[in-house]
């Protein structure tokens, strides 16, 4: 099976933008979580999403959002860009079914450098 | 609410050596306990996972890891370290509030095996 891939690898952006990042999980994998990784915080949980609907949810700003695809491809978006969303984001897709005990698998993750 | 922390920031060996990479935890009820690894420029690998049963668990790559209730720890180990176990791991715990889940994850302890 092929593994989590996200696009784009590497973005950078300016203060005040907006920013769209992709995730498609492994095939038949229904459950897409996303993380913030800095150096300081280690990995911050953003959301969860399983069958199109957000499941669970971290302690980040309104300007993060995300949405699931029937296909179960996830996209997460960040609007007015700060210079401290800068990290690396990644995305981690589990079959869903055994909430909490599944293997998370994770995609090389996307890095984001604001400017 | 639920917590891991991983003591040390970097943990130096010598090939051939044992490590150890520790994670102690903060649970109400049954702690679900993960490993993962992440390679330079890699999103995070599954190593292993103590959900019950055996308080010794053996993971990928040779790696294993010790459940200790009593001691509320979960430590990374293996017999002889290699160059190529030289990464940064996470230690990783379920959280469940009002019925719904998710991981979190320790800061990371980068683990530098010397030639």
């Known amino acids: 099976k092929a593994g989590v891939t996200q696009t784009p690898r590497y973005l950078i952006k300016t203060r005040g933008q907006q920013v769209t990042l992709s995730c498609s999980p492994i095939s038949g994998h229904r459950s897409v979580s996303w993380y913030q990784q800095t150096p300081g915080q280690g990995l911050q949980f953003l959301f969860e999403?399983?069958?199109?609907?957000?499941?669970n949810k971290g302690n980040f700003p309104g300007r993060f959002s995300g949405r699931q695809f029937s296909n179960s491809r996830s996209e997460m978006n960040v609007s007015t860009l700060e210079l401290g969303d800068s990290a690396l984001y990644l995305c981690a897709s589990t079959p869903g079914s055994r909430i909490g005990t599944d293997t998370q698998y994770f995609g090389p993750g996307t890095r984001l450098t604001v400017l | 609410a639920q917590s891991v922390a991983q003591p040390e920031d970097q943990v130096n060996v010598a090939e051939g050596n044992p490590l150890t990479v520790k994670c102690t935890y903060s649970v109400s009820g049954n702690p679900y306990l993960f490993w993962y690894v992440q390679y330079p420029n890699r999103g995070l690998q599954f190593l292993l996972k103590y959900i019950t049963g055996d308080n010794l668990v053996k993971g990928s790559y040779g790696f294993e890891a010790e459940f200790n209730k009593s001691q509320t720890s979960f430590h990374l180990k293996k017999p002889s370290a290699l160059v190529s176990d030289s990464a940064l791991y996470f230690c990783a715990v379920r959280d469940e509030t009002s019925g719904t889940y998710k991981y979190i994850f320790g800061t990371g302890t980068r683990l530098k095996v010397l030639a």
């Open positions: 999403y399983f069958s199109e609907t957000q499941r």
